[in-house]
Nanobody, 122 residues
Framework: QVQLVESGGGEVQVGGSLRLSCTASGSSFSKMNIGWYRQAPGKQRELVAVITTDGKTNYADSVKGRFTISRDNAKNTVYLQMNSLKAEDTAVYLC????????????????WGQGTQVTVSS
């Protein structure tokens, strides 16, 4: 298990960009698959993007072509670059980590961050 801290959220206008960071404590970060989830009020938690231990990525259809997930193992950090933001991207964004990719994509892994709020206004 690792401790995760998200940062980089804020308020931005429609069409703008933000870069979120998820920084982990501990020495096992490179063995972790990492997912970015988001949760909007009244909606189910949604997996937005995932990056595996060997750098493979996958995205929800709603963000493909706009969001990019990447990782820097030397800094124990995963990033989510969000471009062309829409009002419907407004949510709390959380990162989720586990050695098991299956557990990450099913949101049953060991480690969650506290989340960072992203608000996209028109």
């Amino acid at each position: 298990q690792v401790q995760l801290v998200e940062s980089g959220g804020g308020e931005v206008q429609v069409g703008g960009s933000l870069r979120l960071s998820c920084t982990a404590s501990g020495s096992s970060f490179s063995k972790m698959n990492i997912g970015w989830y988001r949760q909007a009020p009244g909606k189910q938690r949604e997996l937005v993007a995932v990056i595996t231990t060997d750098g493979k990525t996958n995205y929800a259809d709603s963000v493909k072509g706009r969001f990019t997930i990447s990782r820097d193992n030397a800094k124990n950090t995963v990033y989510l670059q969000m471009n062309s933001l829409k009002a419907e991207d407004t949510a709390v964004y959380l990162c989720h980590a586990d050695p098991s990719l299956l557990d990450v994509v099913s949101s049953t892994g060991a480690s969650w961050g506290q989340g960072t709020q992203v608000t996209v206004s028109s």
